[in-house]
């Protein structure tokens, strides 16, 4: 019965590389939401999918950013080119349908650019 | 927009009781939740408050009150391990399924 997957859990890119970021939802959860949370910080909710759909993209930055959730697989979280200020801790959470469904978080990732 | 106040931190000593207070503002609401996260870890999910009124899960209990935009999350019996963030988040919203989360408050629990 395992919890939000999220992988790596550390992730170390040169400035201008690509990162990607992996969850894996609760098994029965079609709604996956990506929350970024810099030290000593809240997270910010990012982006909001379910399978193979956007439906909230209002937290991305409009460049560089994407996020996906296919139909088979985990969410796809995608930085290209990145710079120093992507260095954060990355979290997915999911939960099941229903508005006051509690959200449940992975482990993160922690993505640091040198 | 939203926001969300709460203090950034709070110190206590073990056995005792500690109540960290979250006001909001929000254009639209739904609820108000409770999360821990201990130092490297993920955000753990504690309570959930759609109504006005107290809920109690063990040690923990949350209360809202709507015509406030005001809750607390009472922690009872404080124990070391209780030592981590607490953050308030509301959420969803008319907007959608995503929560907005307070900046967190760092309880410490001494001996």
């Known amino acids: 019965n395992a919890g939000v997957m999220q992988n790596p859990r550390h992730l170390v890119r040169r400035r201008g590389q690509e990162a990607r970021l992996r969850c894996s939802p609760m098994k029965g959860h079609s709604h996956v939401y990506w929350y970024r949370q810099l030290p000593e910080e809240g997270l910010k909710f990012m982006v909001y999918l379910q399978k193979e759909n956007i439906i909230d993209e209002s937290g991305m930055p409009k460049e560089r950013f994407s996020a996906e959730f296919p139909k088979e697989g985990p969410s796809i979280l995608r930085i290209q080119q990145v710079v120093r200020g992507d260095s954060a801790a990355y979290f997915c959470?999911?939960?099941?349908?229903?508005?006051?469904?509690?959200?449940?978080f992975g482990d993160g990732t922690r993505l640091s650019i040198l | 927009g939203q926001s969300l106040e709460q203090p950034s931190e709070v110190t206590a000593v073990e056995g005792a009781i500690v109540q960290i207070n979250c006001t909001y503002q929000t254009s639209g609401f739904y609820g108000l939740s409770w999360y821990q996260q201990h130092d490297g870890g993920a955000p753990t999910f504690l309570s959930y408050?759609?109504?006005?009124g107290l809920e109690e899960t063990g040690r923990f209990s949350s209360f809202l009150s709507r015509s406030d935009s005001y809750g607390y999350l009472l922690l009872q019996e404080l124990q070391m391990k209780d030592s981590a963030s607490y953050f308030c988040a509301v959420g969803p919203n008319n907007a959608g399924n995503m929560l907005t989360f307070g900046g967190g408050t760092r309880l410490m629990v001494k001996p």
């Open positions: 408050n759609g109504l006005d």
């Open positions: 959470a999911s939960s099941s349908q229903g508005l006051d469904q509690p959200q449940h």
